[in-house]
């Protein structure tokens, strides 16, 4: 079946960087758009960025100019690079892609900035 396997989360400092990576298995990022949302515990789940299936690229206020959104189409992967890490970012970040099938999410990577 279709999974997104999220990596790259860990324990940071604040104005510290990280690198999400969702790769996809049964499914080609490449054809789809990719999103990353998160949550932080108590509140409910975000989008933070997407890329398109044509490589365009959007992304919310709070990130804009820190995070990086960006696809590997050989690996079938998609990454958020994430720079100037702010305490507000900790979150569990989910990788989601919607095809006319289904939303298929991961399991989530949880990333934790302290301060």
């Known amino acids: 079946q279709v999974q997104l396997v999220e990596s790259g989360g860990g324990l940071v400092q604040t104005g510290g960087s990280l690198r999400l990576s969702c790769t996809g298995s049964?499914?080609?990022?490449?054809?789809?758009?990719t999103d990353w949302y998160r949550q932080a515990p108590g509140e409910q789940r975000e989008l933070v960025a997407r890329?398109?299936?044509?490589?365009?690229?959007d992304y919310v206020d709070f990130v804009k100019g820190r995070f990086t959104i960006s696809r590997d189409n050989a690996g079938n992967t998609v990454y958020l690079q994430m720079n100037s890490l702010k305490p507000e970012d900790t979150a569990v970040y989910y990788c989601?892609?919607?095809?006319?099938?289904?939303?298929?999410w991961g399991q989530g990577t949880q990333v934790t900035v302290s301060s």
């Open positions: 989601h892609v919607k095809t006319y099938k289904a939303d298929y």
């Open positions: 049964r499914i080609l990022l490449s054809i789809t758009t």
């Open positions: 890329i398109t299936d044509g490589g365009t690229t």
